[in-house]
């Protein structure tokens, strides 16, 4: 366990292991860096890994501000100067990748050799006029009155009815009793009006045209049994220069927690990314 202070003055947690170059690991909306068990010890033979609670989740420090992704951004870039020494992979699930295109977006990349994004919607509200093409390409598949009706009803602290609904939707019909417990309890660990205010700027945005920016070596994972829809991260690989897209199957787990659900299989996609050899990424970025 190691903390590290932001400038704005919040304590963060992040859970350390293992030794080499830098790989740090950022949850999703509401969860935290515990969930990234079974990652942490697969790839700390070979990194030293940094998975992080972001302000408001697990052990960090929950103020009543910042729970916006450009501010998100700014504590990652804070983790990777003082902690990482400047240098560090990056691997984001859901919201963890509107931080890192944040981070792009504010940084143009710098800092970060390779990055890796799972399972996540450039635009995920639906918006009208977009065509069928356009909604699968984006993954803007959440009616804005439902964006709405989940929103207020985190606000006003509904979360212990509205998590554990949203969660069936994240796992497959396999997920072990015990996993799915853990995955709640750890969710559970932020206040609703936090996560409202979090989950309105992880939705209700657009990360379409910071893609073709993204000047590092670049890794989408999708879950075909996933909400967020396969063609989406497959669209969004394909907006990224050079960028990987790998698919985990419904049938072995490839849904929104496939980490959890099939450590087995997502940690070998990762690490043939990380320590493996393509041509078809661009070479890391020097800053």
């Known amino acids: 366990m190691g903390t590290v202070t932001t400038n704005d003055g919040v304590r963060l947690n992040y859970i350390e292991a293992g030794s080499g170059p830098a790989l740090v690991l950022l949850p999703g909306w509401n969860q935290t860096a515990a969930l990234f068990g079974r990652q942490i010890e ?67 990349g710098h800092g970060i050799d390779r990055a890796v994004f799972v399972d996540m919607s450039t635009h995920p509200v639906h918006n009208p006029a977009f065509t069928d093409e356009q909604v699968a390409d984006y993954g803007s598949t959440m009616p804005a009155a439902d964006f709405f009706e989940l929103f207020n009803g985190l606000a006003n602290g509904a979360e212990a009815q509205i998590m554990p609904s949203l969660l069936e939707h994240m796992v497959t019909e396999s997920i072990t009793p015990e996993d799915k417990a853990w995955i709640l309890e750890e969710n559970r660990r932020m206040p609703g009006p936090l996560s409202a205010r979090e989950f309105f700027s992880d939705i209700l945005a657009d990360w379409r045209d910071v893609l073709p920016r993204i000047n590092r070596p670049s890794l989408y994972i999708a879950g075909e049994a996933s909400f967020v829809p396969m063609t989406a991260t497959k669209w969004a690989a394909g907006q990224t220069p050079g960028a990987r897209f790998e698919v985990i199957g419904g049938h072995e787990g490839g849904n929104h927690f496939m980490f959890v659900e099939n450590p087995d299989r997502f940690n070998q996609l990762v690490l043939d990314f990380l320590i493996g050899t393509s041509t078809a990424n661009p070479s890391p970025g020097k800053d």
Do not use: K, Q
């Not at 052990?59 to 700014?74: L, T, V, W």
């Open 42 to 108: 697969a790839f700390r033979p070979h990194f030293r890994v940094l998975a992080l609670d972001p302000r408001g989740h697990g052990n960090s420090e929950a103020p009543d501000h910042g729970y916006r992704m450009s501010r998100h951004a700014m504590d990652l870039h804070t983790l990777i100067a003082d902690v990482a020494d400047g240098r560090a992979h990056v691997l984001g699930h859901s919201m963890g990748c509107c931080v890192l295109w944040s981070y792009f977006d504010l940084f143009c």
